[in-house]
């Protein structure tokens, strides 16, 4: 830089300099979020079915892990545990479909009941319509279904061409499961190769705390979802209402989408009281649902998910409206895991008691906070849940209590370099 372009730059005000270093780093940033959005969304064929696939690794892997623990060979366990969770699937679709069979006809039948109760309002009601009104508004109706028939025919064909995409996503999705549940971690391990050296351990860590906040994160929604579908059929059932178990089980896989899932489709239930029995059934359903609603966002989710991550509602309904608009349904269910994951692994990078943490001490199948432990404060809890005591200045991790931070094996007041370093979150001391 020549003396003019520096005295230029002196006279720059440091807060303008500093809003512009800022200002190119945040569009750089952006930037590449939106090419990675955009290949994330070319790609959706791909990614969609892998992300499911991970989703279930993480709900089947502690399954596997336990298998092999009591001496069942990790290909064997695989293999039980997938068959085992295919049966449970396959005998739960077979129900629920069984049940809206039977429940279907009698459905039609309070429609159509429904339907004329309307009538008859329509007719003696205060809008007085007349037999020749009430025809002429059907026949408009049939009129505009006549006039869109190539619409309504392509998007047939549209469904036809997305059952095929759904089922070899369901067979990448089975396949991708197996190898996750097989060889998981030597897929891992050969991923962090492609970190340097020098920082490989933390990044290792780093994952393994993320998955292992992903494996909280779907026990603890699978139980939520178990509670509200619970919830939901008591309630319908007390009411009434036919397709008591094809709606709770929409509302199950509605709640794995946070916040917005149960409500969608707790709103079908309601709809379906109010065709069903009337607007009496329907106000009680969603009394249900409200008092579902409730428990699950005061009492479970910060008892479970509050515990497994951490995230303001604001980032989730940002989260699953980017989910939305890049992978659709499928989009919106991967992006809450998504940030749990990233913010798990981002607080493992940025916690100083990670720095000494070997990748082998993190048990992923083990539930775990929403990322490392925090070092401020009184006390800190260890990985194994202990918690012991922490001076009230900086951490003093060396033998001696020396100036501000001491890791090697002598108290010099810097930081030690020597052979030995300090032990993981909550140690003092060094380590062997």
């Known amino acids: 830089m020549t003396g003019s372009e520096s005295e230029i730059s002196a006279r720059v005000p440091r807060l303008l300099r500093v809003s512009a270093a800022l200002s190119w780093r945040f569009v750089a940033i952006v930037a590449a979020l939106y090419v990675v959005g955009m290949v994330i969304g070319y790609l959706t064929t791909i990614v969609i ?39 449970v699937v396959g005998g739960v679709l077979t129900f629920v479909i069984t049940e809206f069979s039977n429940g279907l006809p009698e ?13 008859v309002w329509l007719h003696d009601g205060p809008l007085q319509l007349s037999d020749l009104q009430l025809q002429q508004y059907l026949d408009r109706v049939l009129q505009t279904v006549k006039d869109n028939q ?27 499961l197996i190898f996750f549940l097989h060889d998981g971690d030597g897929i891992w391990r050969f991923l962090v190769r492609a970190v340097p050296t020098d920082v490989r351990d933390r990044a290792d860590v780093a ?11 779907v026990r603890a929604t699978a139980l939520v979802a178990v ?35 149960a409500v969608i489709t707790g709103a079908v239930a309601v709809l379906v009281a109010l065709v069903a029995e009337g607007p009496v059934a329907a106000l009680i359903v969603l009394a249900v649902l409200i008092g579902v609603m409730q428990l699950e966002s005061h009492v479970l989710q910060p008892l479970l998910l509050g515990r497994a991550v951490k995230l303001h509602p604001l980032a989730v309904v940002l989260a699953i409206t980017a989910g939305l608009v890049v992978g659709g349904i499928a989009g919106a269910l991967l992006s809450v895991p998504l940030l749990a994951v990233l913010n798990s692994g981002i607080r493992s990078l940025l916690s100083d008691s990670d720095k000494a943490v070997e990748p082998k001490e993190v048990d992923v ?50 930081e030690g370099t020597g052979a030995t370093e300090a032990g993981g979150p909550g140690r003092t001391g060094p380590r062997d």
Do not use: C, M
């Open 49 to 87: 079915p892998a992300g499911i696939a991970l989703l279930l690794a993480a709900l089947l892997s502690p399954a596997v892990a336990q298998l092999v623990r009591i001496g069942v060979p990790r290909g064997l366990a695989t293999g039980l545990v997938l068959i085992g969770g295919i049966a």
């Open 107 to 119: 459905l039609q039948k309070q429609v159509n009941a429904s339907l004329d109760t309307i009538r």
């Open 365 to 414: 199948h083990e539930p775990q906070e929403s990322g490392p432990p925090d070092t401020g404060g009184e006390r800190v809890e260890d990985l194994d849940g202990e918690t012991e005591p922490e001076n009230a200045g900086p951490q003093n991790t060396g033998t001696q209590n020396v100036g501000p931070r001491n890791v090697g094996n002598e108290g010099t007041g810097t």
């Open 207 to 217: 994952g393994r705390r993320g998955f292992a906040s992903l494996v909280s994160y």
């Open 150 to 176: 190539a619409e309504i025919t392509s998007g047939a064909l549209t469904t036809a061409a997305t059952v095929g995409e759904l089922l070899t996503g369901f067979l990448l999705a089975l396949f991708t």
């Open 227 to 261: 509670v509200d579908a619970v919830g939901v059929g008591i309630g319908l059932w007390i009411v009434g209402v036919p397709l008591i178990v094809p709606l709770s089980a929409l509302v199950f896989l509605g709640a794995f989408i946070p916040i917005i899932g």
